[in-house]
């Protein structure tokens, strides 16, 4: 009984949830180091229309990525809900400017499906799934997707 026990518990995914837009979103927690409440942010000449700027998180600059502006979506205020979401992609650290961060999900792997080919404009190549919940859909994103091996590169410039 046990066995099945573990079976099960190795089954399930931890998600750190967010808003961009109307729609919700979810990455693995193991990927997310910290969120952290608005700070300011410095704009970086000459960086991608993504790159928000850099923030210095305890002596560290991170590249800051709007992902209203990676998705194509219209900019609106930033207000007390919005959060930095800072992830780790290998060994670069990012920070993911987001709406709003909802909650930290456990889900089972067995409600993943397969991205449709595009949600809400947000194009396939960027999610890792879709899970269907009682009363909403969650969008799960595939960090190293969402930013190419060439932006990563151009992201490099902005640590010393």
């Not at 700027?53 to 609106?76: A, Q, S, T």
């Not at 190293?144 to 590169?153: F, P, V």
């Amino acid at each position: 009984m046990s066995e099945t026990r573990a079976e099960h518990d190795e089954a399930i995914l931890q998600l750190v949830t967010f808003n961009v837009g109307e729609e919700e979103f979810g990455v693995e927690i193991l990927a997310v180091r910290e969120i952290n409440r608005m700070m300011e942010i410095t704009r970086v000449p000459h960086a991608p229309p993504f790159v928000e700027g850099v923030i210095n998180l305890r002596g560290r600059v991170i590249p800051v990525v709007d992902l209203r502006k990676r998705f194509g979506l219209g900019e609106i205020e930033r207000d007390k809900n919005t959060r930095i979401v800072v992830v780790e992609l290998g060994d670069k650290v990012v920070g993911f400017l987001v709406d709003s961060v909802s909650e930290v999900l456990r889900v089972p792997e067995d409600l993943v499906e397969p991205p449709p080919p595009i949600v809400g404009g947000i194009d396939r190549e960027y999610l890792d799934g879709v899970v269907k919940l009682e009363d909403r859909l969650l969008i799960l994103l595939d960090l190293k997707k969402l930013l190419g091996s060439d932006e990563r590169e151009e992201l490099e410039g902005f640590e010393p």
